[in-house]
């Protein structure tokens, strides 16, 4: 057992700290780079930069005429937006709300926080969403870099 | 780090084109003064309002910051646009 992980459960049980902390505590530890439980170091992928949409389309007038989009992201921006977005009066994200409902998009504006995003872009780590539609041969990629 | 130059770049349907190329740095250069001017005032702000009194536009800051590296390339057959900042 390593002595990060001893210290925790001496401070369980000695009433410092309640079990989710305690559960916190060790995930953390865990996932640190010199604290992992069978005493390895792990190195952390470094977090990514930008969010990627890449998408290729073919255009109603045949395969000649495509479209292509590439847009990059900085999830800086993104979470910059986050904060701003906060500062919405109620109203206008209400309206915001409704419009995306009528776009097709049921989504709670409300519901976005930077430590949401935090935990969705180590979560967009790993992820290629690629769509590849075979009636106007479209391709949509979203990852990180 | 604060953006510094970006790219516009059109392209119609004729395939007339046309790109700009703005810098930015040049903008901020401009700003400093007003910013000098501002930073106390927002200093006092601070300290007798809390974080909450400035958040705005320091959320607005972080906002123009954040933009470095952001890269908009769409190229469609009846015209395409290029946006890069740098």
Given at each position: ?145 | ?86
């Amino acid at each position: 057992m390593s002595e990060n992980r001893k210290q925790i459960l001496d401070m369980l049980a000695a009433g410092k700290i309640t079990a989710d902390e305690a559960e916190r505590l060790i995930a953390a530890v865990e996932r640190a780079p010199n604290g992992d439980a069978a005493g390895a170091t792990v190195a952390r992928k470094p977090l990514p930069k930008y969010l990627r949409v890449v998408v290729e389309a073919e255009d109603n007038h045949g395969a000649d005429t495509m479209t292509k989009v590439n847009i990059r992201v900085p999830f800086q921006l993104l979470r910059a937006g986050v904060k701003l977005a906060n500062f919405l009066p109620p109203k206008a994200r209400m309206q915001v709300n409704e419009a995306l409902r009528e776009k097709g998009v049921d989504f709670d504006l409300n519901q976005i926080k930077p430590e949401n995003l935090d935990e969705l872009i180590e979560q967009l780590q790993d992820m290629v969403i690629d769509i590849d539609q075979d009636k106007r041969r479209a391709k949509v990629k979203v990852f990180c870099e | 780090m604060i953006p510094l130059w970006m790219s516009i770049a059109v392209c119609g349907e004729r395939r007339k084109f046309f790109r700009l190329w703005l810098p930015l740095f040049l903008l901020w250069i401009l700003l400093l003064p007003f910013a000098l001017l501002a930073l106390p005032v927002i200093a006092i702000l601070w300290l007798l309002f809390g974080r909450s009194a400035v958040a705005k536009p320091i959320v607005l800051w972080q906002v123009f910051a954040g933009m470095r590296g952001t890269l908009v390339d769409i190229d469609h057959p009846h015209g395409s646009v290029f946006i890069k900042i740098v």
